[in-house]
């Protein structure tokens, strides 16, 4: 009996127990790691820096494996840059910056950019370089300000580019002379690690990579890895076109417009309204914009000009003077080295001109409205058509409005013939003999 019970306890061990120690002692298999990849394309300002701020904290709240930042960039403002470039070296997360696609570059700003991921790669079609130091404002810098600017650039993407064991001599080049490279000058070179045609082959080069973060070590491990897209919200959308200058320009013309045609006709509230979140919205374009403060001032003067002829009739001087102050002001307000942070030619003299054909309409209105005879009031009355009650001999009385006025004429006006009222005084009416009646009378 007992040795039939042994015999039953051995069976159970041997099937229930055994099978979970062979489960426990198998090796496992890890689950694929995450890579999420986001994609910029545009200047480099402080929207960039913000975008690049969150996805990476997105990245490092998901654990993910990897960030995969696709770039393609003419350049941008510095302080942006370094701040992106600060993101990346305190970053846990691998970040591994892909200048993409075909005919993308990375250039100026994005040359310190891609030199401080902790992986950077090129597809084909694509160039980076011309990374020299632009003077933003619309001056030029003196010889020895632009060395000193020059000199500290060298020394930040030189100490980038040795952090990472890529090529510093082309990155000197790349500050001092501007030189640009295409993608497999910039692989032979040692300026980047891969080039890779697609995402897919890029995760493929770089898999057993090993990379240092600032949390230490990391072993690249994206052969299969699952990739997740962090698509561009809308609101960095719409901060993205705020910072395109042709639209911060276009903004603050329809903001100045509304709060005018608000000034000249109290109580619209549209227009205001319009106009004032316009010139907010243009205010904040010019945060992440390089502005000529002179440029600025000659706008404001044209625009001066513009309101001052509503009020003086110059016979047009004003307007030429306002509009020649508006053009010039608008050529320099963004006319900073960079191409892309000016204001195009072909955006200046449309708006200009629509916003001098706006100051000129308002004028003739308001030329209009002075002109025009009243119709409240006393004077309202002179120049209407009065009906003798009684005969005129001088003094008399006659009918206006369905009123009974006492009236003066300066000649005799039967009763039931129509007199013109020539002016008022007080209660009382002076007269003058009907216009058809006198063509009458000169006439016989």
């Not at 891609?114 to 632009?134: E, Q």
């Given at each position: 009996?007992?040795?039939?019970?042994?015999?039953?306890c051995r069976?159970?061990f041997l099937v229930t127990?055994?099978?979970?120690?062979?489960?426990g002692?198998?090796?496992t298999v890890?689950?694929?790691?995450?890579?999420k990849?986001a994609?910029y394309e545009?200047?480099?300002?402080?929207v960039?820096?913000?975008?690049?701020e969150?996805?990476?904290?997105?990245a490092?709240?998901?654990?993910?494996?990897?960030?995969?930042f696709?770039?393609?960039?003419?350049g941008?403002?510095?302080?942006?840059?370094?701040l992106?470039i600060?993101?990346?070296n305190?970053?846990?997360v691998?970040v591994?910056?892909?200048?993409?696609?075909?005919g993308?570059?990375?250039?100026?700003?994005?040359?310190?950019?891609t030199?401080?991921?902790?992986v950077?790669?090129m597809?084909?079609g694509t160039?980076?370089?011309?990374?020299?130091?632009?003077?933003m404002?619309g001056g030029?810098?003196d010889?020895v300000?632009m060395a000193?600017?020059?000199n500290?650039?060298v020394a930040?993407?030189?100490?980038?580019?040795?952090?990472?064991?890529?090529?510093?001599?082309?990155?000197?080049?790349?500050?001092r002379k501007?030189?640009?490279?295409?993608e497999?000058?910039?692989?032979?070179?040692g300026?980047?690690?891969?080039v890779?045609?697609d995402?897919?082959?890029l995760?493929?080069?770089?898999d057993?990579?090993?990379?240092?973060t600032?949390t230490?070590?990391v072993?690249?491990?994206t052969?299969?890895?699952h990739?997740?897209h962090?698509p561009?919200?809308w609101?960095?959308?719409f901060?993205?076109?705020l910072?395109?200058?042709?639209?911060?320009?276009?903004?603050?013309?329809?903001?100045?417009?509304?709060?005018?045609?608000e000034?000249?006709?109290p109580?619209?509230?549209?227009?205001?309204v319009?106009?004032?979140?316009?010139?907010i919205?243009?205010?904040?374009?010019f945060?992440?914009?390089?502005?000529n403060y002179a440029?600025?001032?000659?706008?404001?003067?044209?625009?001066?000009?513009?309101?001052?002829?509503m009020?003086m009739?110059s016979?047009?001087?004003l307007?030429?003077?306002?509009?020649?102050a508006?053009?010039?002001?608008?050529?320099?307000l963004?006319?900073?080295?960079?191409e892309?942070?000016q204001v195009s030619?072909?955006?200046i003299?449309p708006?200009?001109l629509v916003?001098?054909?706006?100051?000129?309409?308002?004028?003739?209105?308001?030329v209009?409205?002075?002109?025009?005879?009243p119709?409240?009031?006393?004077?309202a009355l002179v120049g209407m058509?009065a009906?003798?009650?009684t005969?005129?001999?001088?003094?008399?009385?006659?009918?206006l409005?369905?009123e009974?006025?006492?009236?003066?004429?300066?000649?005799?006006?039967?009763?039931?013939q129509?007199a013109?009222?020539?002016?008022?005084?007080?209660?009382?009416?002076?007269?003058?003999?009907h216009?058809e009646?006198?063509e009458?009378?000169?006439?016989?």
């Amino acid at each position: 009996m007992i040795h039939t019970l042994l015999h039953g306890c051995r069976i159970t061990f041997l099937v229930t127990v055994l099978p979970l120690l062979a489960v426990g002692i198998s090796p496992t298999v890890a689950a694929a790691e995450t890579v999420k990849v986001a994609t910029y394309e545009g200047v480099i300002n402080p929207v960039t820096a913000e975008y690049f701020e969150s996805v990476l904290e997105e990245a490092v709240e998901s654990n993910a494996h990897l960030l995969v930042f696709q770039l393609d960039t003419p350049g941008g403002l510095d302080t942006s840059m370094r701040l992106i470039i600060k993101e990346i070296n305190a970053s846990p997360v691998p970040v591994v910056v892909f200048v993409f696609p075909n005919g993308g570059r990375a250039a100026s700003a994005g040359v310190f950019i891609t030199m401080a991921a902790h992986v950077a790669a090129m597809s084909p079609g694509t160039n980076i370089g011309a990374a020299h130091p632009v003077a933003m404002g619309g001056g030029e810098m003196d010889k020895v300000m632009m060395a000193k600017v020059e000199n500290d650039a060298v020394a930040y993407i030189k100490s980038i580019a040795e952090k990472h064991g890529r090529n510093a001599k082309w990155a000197e080049d790349a500050v001092r002379k501007s030189v640009s490279v295409t993608e497999k000058e910039a692989l032979e070179l040692g300026v980047i690690d891969f080039v890779a045609a697609d995402l897919n082959e890029l995760l493929a080069a770089i898999d057993g990579r090993e990379v240092e973060t600032a949390t230490g070590k990391v072993v690249l491990k994206t052969k299969d890895a699952h990739i997740q897209h962090i698509p561009m919200t809308w609101r960095f959308e719409f901060l993205k076109v705020l910072s395109d200058p042709n639209i911060a320009y276009i903004l603050m013309t329809i903001g100045t417009i509304g709060i005018i045609a608000e000034l000249y006709s109290p109580g619209m509230i549209l227009p205001g309204v319009v106009g004032a979140v316009s010139l907010i919205l243009a205010f904040y374009s010019f945060q992440t914009l390089p502005i000529n403060y002179a440029g600025l001032l000659l706008m404001m003067l044209g625009v001066v000009l513009l309101i001052l002829e509503m009020q003086m009739f110059s016979y047009g001087l004003l307007s030429i003077g306002g509009i020649a102050a508006m053009t010039l002001g608008s050529v320099m307000l963004m006319s900073g080295g960079a191409e892309f942070q000016q204001v195009s030619l072909s955006v200046i003299f449309p708006v200009v001109l629509v916003f001098a054909g706006f100051i000129m309409l308002i004028t003739g209105l308001a030329v209009k409205s002075f002109r025009r005879r009243p119709v409240t009031g006393a004077e309202a009355l002179v120049g209407m058509t009065a009906l003798a009650k009684t005969d005129l001999n001088l003094e008399g009385w006659v009918w206006l409005n369905g009123e009974r006025w006492q009236a003066t004429s300066d000649v005799p006006i039967q009763a039931g013939q129509e007199a013109d009222v020539t002016a008022v005084k007080g209660l009382h009416l002076l007269v003058t003999q009907h216009q058809e009646a006198k063509e009458r009378d000169s006439w016989t």
